[in-house]
Structures are given as structure tokens and as C-alpha cells.
């Protein structure tokens, strides 16, 4: 994915890194690439293990890469120590100093940089109206909220106006709904501020919800970037498939090309068009994946037949659970209504219809 | 259910605690009140009288024992404090290598090596140096408590330094400040309270010893404690009760600040 240069805030090429050495050695990163562009929300995304906050912490400096470049508008960033790069961090834990009142831990970065007492209070007030903590500003770090604290740490980190903010799961020690207000606010601030973000989370919806992009990562790799309409409905593989959202596999035959889709029959003999990552020629036999919402239940034939196993309710939708004559099974997502059930049983014999453009090619 | 196992309901713990708060302070009780007697006996009541207070006040030995003792003192427990925060800097605010466990035995190598023996060995090295270079003064002395007050001061500033969170250190040079400024900004004003109890610690050890300072002293060079071994060797009166009174009311006041301290770091 070759962007143009001076687009891109943040370039990463060919980086990894290996922690330990001889016999127990482990490539925390092997060899990834990757570019964030300016104004971007980016979130890396994958579960724990999977390098991802490596990756941070080699941008930010407190780990240096074992071999690759990190270019930052395009100047190589990787051998410099953390405070001569103009990149802040929110931290995980939030690291407030406690000895420092909410005012004073904003104002840090700035007095670092030497500026003016009068500019850094300036800046402060700034930074303190918006993330809306003018009335705590003399308050210890310790005789706030989490959520006052999560302000806290991100005023902190903007406050220098870094060229690229990275966020370390910021909102994992918040509860479900302070979660859901900050991430609209983190969003507010990015528009606002126009730094770029680079936001490390292993949550799939807070990624699908929050960014403009996504790199899904696992063991160390980065699996495919995209947007959150690319990773959803356009899965390049299995894993990106399965750890985001719910996804049914099928195993196909694929019998021909046309249009960028493939022709895939399935094992119930029907044949269906399927998108198909790009640039990948799939062979004879592949995985198609079809999202639960994307299928339709019918009592007549469809393009698959089966028995309903299970029927799940969940408020707004309704799971349907169906073991396939193939012997795999298959979910489907059907919308409730207020006026009648989900219209199957357990036991019936139904047909699943997929749609036009809901089948996707697996390059595995 | 059953109750919570509660050492207060054992039976006898009552009378064992009480026995062993008598050993410990019914010895203390009986040298402070005679310390307060009129009479030239260290265990004959004569009557209340402050004395013994102003002979010791008065007696010019005890004066500069004690001066000699604080002088002491206080260079040797602000030097071990500087070398023992240094020392912990250096073994916690690393990656743990091969080698690291045997520094810190290092380190604490005088907890562990027979005081009579660093003694006796200071004493021969220290006199050769004195033969080279002339010098005899309060030096020897000074060097000598500095060395076996080090991992006095270096326990506490380590176990605060192990229990800081390191990421305020990585959240200060993500913010632009460099190792110094890191340091003097974020972490010695955290460390500070450890510091402090380090610096005490090794203050009331020093001002402790009799080993080491009888072996290591040139002649004249008496700290408290070796004055008053040497009072023991003639005749008691109870001046020596006095002496040892008010050098348990400093130490009192050291220990009670050092609480203190300790108290507010559980606080933060």
C-alpha cells in the first residue's frame, strides 16, 4: 500500500523487534510495515501478545526496534530517546505524577520544553477547558475520579501539540459507560485538535466504532489494514475474520472469476459470488466467509439446507443456530419485531438464502 | 461458620505478651527512673533529684563524647545516604542481568560479616594508614561508620524506589524531560520519603555502635557509647543513667519521625 510521501505522519518499514536471546529468544514484531497517515484515527487492534503495544512503544522510544526504520514525516525517529521525539503518550495506567496538582501534571511537557511561564499557563487553561477539568485544577491526581484522571492524562499528552498521540488501551480500567462517553469524546478531541491518533486496543467494537482505520495484528504480524467497513465485511483472513464480530466459514469450490468475484459452489451444490481480498488468486479449494446478518432464513430452499440447533434472543436480534446438511454450522442475525417471533423452531428444516454481496473469499 | 482464626483468643497469648513487654521495657523503666535519684547509687533509692543531669551536663567528657558522636554521625549517615541512593538507583532501575543477586550481597555485605571482624580488620588496616600518612583524626572513624551504614540507609530507599511505578519515569521522558530532569522532578521527589527514613536509620546506627568505634579509635577520640563502656570499668553512679536517658529520648524523636514518614508514604 504505497502512500505518498509527506502524506503519511507515521512510517513504519520493516520493523521488528526480538526480545531475550539465544534458545529463548522471541520476535515480539516480525517484520511490519506500516503507514499511519496524518490526521488519522489508527488503531492497532489484536489480542494480548500480539505486538501491539510493542509497536507503540517503539514509536514513542521507550523500546528500540532490532532492525527497520520508523520515519516520522518522514525523518527517522527509531535511535532517538523518547524526549527529543515530539510524540506523547496516555498511558495505560493513566501515570499521573502524584506529587504534582492536575494543573502542574499538564503543564509538564511544555515546562520541559522551555517554554515561557506565561505560555505554559496559557496552554494549560487551554488544555484544562478542553477536556472540561477547570474546576479540579488544583487538585491532587489522587483526589480524582478515574474518568477525571483519563481527562487528565490526555491533556497532558496534547498539551506539547505532539505531531502524533499514541493511546495505550486508555479505556480499559473505565466502566462500560464512562467507556462509551469517552470514546466519543477521544473522537472530539482528535477532530479538534487534528493530531493524528494512534490507539492500541484488543476491544473489536471500540476499534470499529472509533477509527478511521485499522491494523489487525496477531503473533507479531500485521494482518491487513483497512477501514472498519474493509475489516468487517472484506475479512482477508480467517483470524481477522473470526476476532472480529461473529462470522460463519464455508468451505468452497472455486469453479471461476468475473468481475473481481469469484464463483464459489458450496458444498450444498449451490454457487455464489464472492468479493475476494486484493491481489490474492485463490486456487481450487478456499474458505468463504458469510456474516451472520448477512444471510436470510427461509422454510423453503435456499442456498443452504439444515436443521435449526439453537434459537438465542437478544433484545434487538434474534440468533439462529443451524446445523447444515454438510455437517458445519451456521448462524444467522435476524431483526426482532415487537409483533411476532423469529418465526422458526427448533428442530425445523429451513433454507438459508445469501445475499448479492455478502460472501467474501478467505486468502487462506 | 467458624469464627476467623484471631491470635487475640489464643490461649496464653495474653500472659506471653505481657511477659515479653516486661523484659523488653521493665529493664528501660528502672535505668530511666534511677537515672532521676538523688543518692550516688545506681539501685538504692535516695530521692528524686535532676542531679545526675547537670553533672553529666557539667562534665566536660561526656560534652565532647557526645559532640564527637554527632559529628560522627552526621557525616557518616549523610555520605552512606548519598552512596546507598546511588546504589539503589543502580540495582532497581535496571534489567535483571546475572551477577545483580550477588551485588546486592555485596552491598549488604556488612549486615552480614561478624561486626568483631570488620572491626579487628579495620583496625590493622586503618593503622598502617595512619603509619604512611600521620594522620589520626576523626576520619577513620567517620569512614568506618559510613561503610556498615550503608545498607542501613540502602533498605529503605530500595523497597520505595521497588514500589514506584516506573511508568511516571517512562511518562516524564515521553514529555520531553531528560534522565536529570526526570530524576530531579519525578523521582527524588517521590523517593524523598525513602531517603529521609535511610538517612535516620543510618543516623541511629551510627550513633549506636561500640564495636567498631572501640577498636578503630585513637586515643581521646571517646563517642556516648564508648564513654560510657569505659564508665562501667570504674565506678556507676547513676550519670550514666542520665546519659543513657536522654540518648533514648533522641532516639525516640529519630524513630517517631521516621514513623512518621514511613506513614505518609502509605498515604500518598
Redesign the interface.
Known amino acids: 500500500m504505497p502512500e505518498q510521501p509527506g502524506r503519511s505522519a507515521i512510517e513504519v518499514r520493516g520493523v521488528r523487534k526480538v526480545f531475550g536471546t539465544g534458545e529463548s529468544q522471541v520476535a515480539a514484531l516480525d517484520t511490519v510495515s506500516v503507514s499511519i497517515r496524518e490526521n488519522e484515527f489508527f488503531t492497532l487492534l489484536g489480542p494480548s501478545g500480539c505486538g501491539k503495544t510493542t509497536l507503540l512503544r517503539l514509536i514513542?522510544?521507550?523500546d528500540f526496534p532490532s532492525a527497520g526504520e520508523i520515519l516520522l514525516h518522514g525523518q527517522d525517529i527509531a535511535p532517538l530517546?523518547?524526549?527529543?521525539r515530539p510524540?506523547?503518550?496516555v498511558?495505560q495506567?493513566y501515570?499521573?505524577?502524584?506529587?504534582m496538582t492536575v494543573a502542574e501534571n499538564i503543564g509538564?511537557?511544555l515546562e520541559?520544553?522551555g517554554k515561557p511561564k506565561a505560555e505554559v499557563k496559557a496552554r494549560v487553561a487551554e488544555m484544562l477547558k478542553l477536556v472540561k477539568m477547570e474546576a479540579l485544577s488544583n487538585r491532587r491526581t489522587?483526589q480524582i475520579s478515574g474518568g477525571q484522571q483519563q481527562r487528565v492524562a490526555l491533556a497532558?499528552?496534547l498539551a506539547?501539540q505532539p505531531k502524533v498521540l499514541l493511546l495505550d488501551e486508555p479505556l480499559s480500567a473505565l466502566d462500560f459507560k464512562l467507556r462509551k462517553e469517552m470514546q466519543i469524546e477521544l473522537k472530539r478531541l482528535q477532530h479538534e485538535t487534528g493530531i493524528t491518533f494512534i490507539f492500541v486496543t484488543h476491544d473489536q467494537e471500540e476499534a470499529l466504532t472509533m477509527s478511521d482505520r485499522i491494523a489487525v495484528m496477531s503473533s507479531g504480524k500485521i494482518l491487513q489494514v483497512g477501514t472498519p467497513w474493509d475489516i468487517y465485511d472484506k475479512p482477508a483472513e480467517r483470524f481477522v475474520a473470526d476476532f472480529i464480530g461473529e462470522t460463519n466459514f464455508l468451505t468452497a469450490a472455486i469453479t471461476g472469476m468475473g468481475n473481481g468475484k469469484a464463483r464459489a459452489t458450496l458444498k450444498s451444490g449451490a454457487t455464489i459470488d464472492a468479493t475476494v481480498a486484493e491481489g490474492f488468486q485463490p486456487k481450487d479449494n478456499a474458505t468463504v466467509v458469510v456474516r451472520p446478518e448477512h444471510a436470510k432464513l427461509t422454510s423453503g430452499k435456499g442456498d443452504l439446507s439444515g436443521t435449526v440447533e439453537n434459537i438465542v434472543y437478544f433484545g434487538t436480534d434474534t440468533h439462529i443456530h443451524v446445523r447444515l446438511d454438510s455437517s458445519e454450522t451456521f448462524t444467522v442475525r435476524q431483526q426482532n419485531t415487537r409483533s411476532a417471533g423469529c418465526g422458526f423452531e427448533r428442530g425445523d428444516k429451513v433454507g438459508i438464502s445469501i445475499g448479492n454481496d455478502a460472501a467474501q473469499v478467505l486468502r487462506d | 461458620m467458624a469464627s476467623r482464626f484471631d491470635i487475640r483468643r489464643q490461649t496464653g497469648f495474653t500472659t506471653i505478651a505481657m511477659i515479653c513487654f516486661f523484659a523488653l521495657y521493665l529493664p528501660i523503666v528502672t535505668l530511666v527512673v534511677y537515672a532521676f535519684n538523688s543518692g550516688n547509687s545506681i539501685a538504692v533509692w535516695e530521692g528524686v533529684s535532676l542531679r545526675w543531669f547537670y553533672q553529666a551536663w557539667n562534665n566536660n567528657q561526656v560534652v565532647d563524647a557526645a559532640i564527637r558522636s554527632l559529628q560522627i554521625a552526621l557525616v557518616a549517615a549523610t555520605v552512606a545516604t548519598i552512596v546507598a541512593t546511588m546504589a539503589a538507583l543502580a540495582t532497581t532501575r535496571t534489567k535483571p542481568y546475572p551477577g545483580l543477586g550477588f551485588k546486592y550481597a555485596f552491598i549488604n555485605q556488612p549486615l552480614m560479616v561478624p561486626e568483631i571482624v570488620t572491626a579487628v580488620a579495620l583496625l590493622i588496616f586503618f593503622s598502617r594508614i595512619k603509619i604512611w600518612t600521620g594522620y589520626s583524626g576523626l576520619g577513620y572513624l567517620m569512614a568506618a561508620h559510613t561503610a556498615f551504614c550503608i545498607p542501613f540507609a540502602y533498605l529503605p530507599i530500595r523497597a520505595r524506589l521497588e514500589s514506584m511505578?516506573l511508568?511516571?519515569e517512562?511518562?516524564?521522558?515521553?514529555?520531553?524531560?531528560?534522565p536529570w530532569?526526570?530524576f530531579r522532578?519525578?523521582t527524588f521527589?517521590?523517593l524523598w520519603p525513602g531517603i529521609l527514613a535511610g538517612l535516620m536509620l543510618a543516623f541511629v546506627i551510627s550513633l549506636d555502635d561500640v564495636v567498631i568505634t572501640e577498636f578503630v579509635k585513637s586515643g581521646g577520640q571517646d563517642t556516648l557509647p564508648t564513654y560510657m563502656l569505659g564508665q562501667f570499668r570504674r565506678f556507676i553512679t547513676p550519670e550514666i543513667n542520665a546519659i543513657s536517658t536522654v540518648f533514648l529520648l533522641i532516639s525516640i524523636l529519630i524513630v517517631t519521625v521516621f514513623f512518621f514518614i514511613s506513614r505518609k508514604k502509605d498515604h500518598?
Open positions: 514513542a522510544g521507550f530517546p523518547p524526549f527529543k510524540v506523547n503518550t498511558f495506567n501515570a499521573l505524577f502524584p506529587h509538564f511537557g520541559m520544553l489522587s497532558r499528552a506539547p | 511505578d511508568s511516571l517512562t511518562a516524564a521522558a515521553d514529555l520531553y524531560a531528560t530532569k526526570a522532578r519525578v521527589p517521590l500518598e
